[in-house]
DNA sequence: CTATTTAAATGGAACGTTCCAATGAAATCC
DNA sequence: GGATTTCATTGGAACGTTCCATTTAAATAG
């Protein structure tokens, strides 16, 4: 008598089989759909599944063909909104391709992503989506090449690594909001947070850099100061740019965590951001948008490059002999209140 | 000639067995550590391993001896700071135990919900972290009570599932800021966001209730808003407040993205928080520190739950036949300036 | 020196699927 | 009506592990 199956022994399709009066073999056409049978036979089958609380087993027939249908997403830093927004977008696609998504954090330390990608590896997962930890070597990858996995790298680019890619414009941002921030009038501007062995810093700042030479702009060393592209980061290092003698008027930051951390730092020196200095950011996270005074920044679409990159991937996953492709996502200016192009506007017309 | 595999025909345990000239039961051994195996011969392996490029299926173990060593996370909205970092409590647990985390994102619907879930099962998932999506029913957990699987039930309590819970003291939690209020000479207050359908605002709302009673306030209905737990949702249901006749002096929400968005919606009206009028949080996520004003709120440390989540269900996990069990994470209150205590500290030493 | 214990290594049957080749039954052809 | 094609179904050999029972070799005991 089928009834349903108590807590232990997990039925199998064999239980199925028996209990409908087929074949294994039926019972697993029925599942993947694949050979021709009589629909009524289906659909007895199918009311047997159910009856006895049947549970496909993955692994077992991964044994066998090999489609886990797995993705594995490994994040430097989940605590940051950024990459809070990536993962849904990534989430998204995937859930809709009909995967699922391990998710590691590696807290930047190289070890755990090591750990990460071995354990996802173990797996089965048929590909990876890699946001870097900060000292990741090439070496680190070398596996994906070797087993010719799906390995995608994602917002911090590896240079030499053969791997996708998806990252956002940065050079261009940041000379966007850089050339911004001079045609308000500003000269003095100062870059301030992330650390200069980061790839995506050296971006940034290089587009800034290029922006402030193409109008004439000099800019003072003493201006260029790294910091943990945290909110405590970013609040350390506008303090220490407060306290200089010389104070820029402007700040371009890494990204819109530090930025808000600078903006904190300012407010405790009593200076009222968007008025008495301009503070700009990088992301568009949707913290941006909901600060005080709403921060000014460079939209590069969190969500949408995790989506991209999801997309991307599955797409190698499905042609594994296909080249590794690059998305450059765009990069567009967002001016809000913390640049002060609105008071300025404001004053112009009165 | 051994050489590390090439692109395809990934490498076996018994491949390692017939290069390193053993049988694959003692390659089996060195794996899993468990049998008497000569240290050199052990050594022996582990190099050929090592030299041929070896990766672990563990799928294939899990076939034998089911012992996945993979934990499903389900989140019903991860682009809420809160479920962020209660997800980075349970996958650095998580890490430490050698497991690896399923990430989903429900984003509020059942339906996703019960697809992940799911298919988390079929990846032979060890257990599973539910944050519940909206209208939750209990028959959409009974395959855990019918498989005996591991479950733990996580932020909202869903009555009746007879898993384990892990939750913060909403109505201590609630009933305590509300009674800072009144302490502070509030006794118009309202209570805003959330919707009356999930528990964790029934509870919340309750703590309130309770504690504008016991001081022996009158709770006026009109003051009672719902929204969707949302930065737009805050800013909705408190511009609707502020537009009332009678304005309250102080605003208790639902969590702190709700009042985040309730004092962008006070700026708007040129009300300076803190001063014009309070406003207190429920969660202390890491933006409420640094939003400006710094919110008062109540911490219930997410990071915190999502460790307890996880030290739970591995508890379970490794021992199925223990009861279900329950910690409901303490709440305190986090005075910043929002509530306007500052000031009224300072006016009364002035 | 034989008998016993211990240590190290091994063969082979599972585990729950898929998929190929084979079989049987029904339908179509000439 | 026999030959062929199509449709449904089936047995059994994989897949990469683990683990039990067994064998072989070495060490110890009497």
Redesign the interface.
């Known amino acids: 008598m089928p009834q349903?199956?108590?807590?232990?022994g997990?039925v199998t399709i064999v239980e199925i089989a028996d209990a409908a009066g087929v074949s294994k073999s039926t019972v697993s056409l029925v599942l993947t759909g694949r050979g021709a049978v009589k629909p009524e036979t289906r659909q007895h089958v199918l009311q047997t599944m159910n009856r006895l609380?049947y549970?496909?087993?993955?692994?077992?027939a991964?044994?066998r063909n090999a489609q886990?249908r797995?993705v594995g997403?490994v994040l430097n830093d989940?605590?940051n909104?950024f990459f809070?927004?990536f993962?849904?977008g990534v989430?998204?696609v995937l859930?809709m391709a009909?995967y699922?998504?391990?998710?590691?954090?590696t807290a930047e330390s190289v070890v755990?992503q090591d750990?990460?990608m071995?354990?996802?590896?173990?797996?089965?997962a048929s590909g990876i989506i890699l946001c870097p930890a900060l000292d990741t070597r090439l070496e680190h990858l070398d596996?994906a090449k070797?087993?010719?996995a799906a390995l995608l790298v994602a917002i911090r680019r590896l240079p030499g690594a053969g791997a996708s890619l998806v990252v956002p414009e940065n050079h261009l941002g940041a000379s966007r909001v850089t050339r911004h921030l001079i045609n308000l009038g500003h000269e003095r501007i100062a870059f301030l947070g992330g650390m200069h062995s980061m790839v995506v810093r050296q971006e940034r700042h290089g587009g800034f850099l290029a922006a402030m030479d193409a109008s004439g702009c000099s800019f003072d060393p003493a201006l260029n100061l790294e910091s943990m592209p945290t909110?405590d980061g970013g609040f350390g290092a506008m303090s220490a740019v407060l306290s200089l003698a010389d104070r820029p008027t402007a700040v371009v930051c890494y990204n819109d965590v530090t930025a808000?951390?600078a903006?904190?730092a300012a407010?405790r020196h009593s200076l009222v951001v968007g008025r008495d200095i301009a503070i700009v950011g990088f992301d568009d996270t949707?913290?941006a948008r909901?600060?005080?005074p709403a921060l000014t920044t460079v939209a590069v679409h969190p969500v949408g490059l995790g989506e991209r990159a999801a997309a991307l991937l599955l797409k190698q996953i499905n042609d594994p002999a296909a080249e590794p492709e690059s998305f450059i996502g765009p990069a567009h200016l967002v001016i809000r209140e913390s640049c002060g192009a609105y008071q300025r506007a404001l004053a112009a017309a009165g």
């Open positions: 349903p199956q108590g807590s232990k997990k609380g549970v496909y087993n993955r692994g077992a991964n044994l886990s797995i997403l989940l605590s909104p809070a927004e993962a849904i989430e998204k859930q009909g699922v998504a391990f998710m590691a954090n755990r750990q990460m071995r354990m996802m590896r173990e797996h089965g596996w070797a087993a010719g909110r808000i951390g903006m904190l407010a949707s913290e909901h600060v005080s």
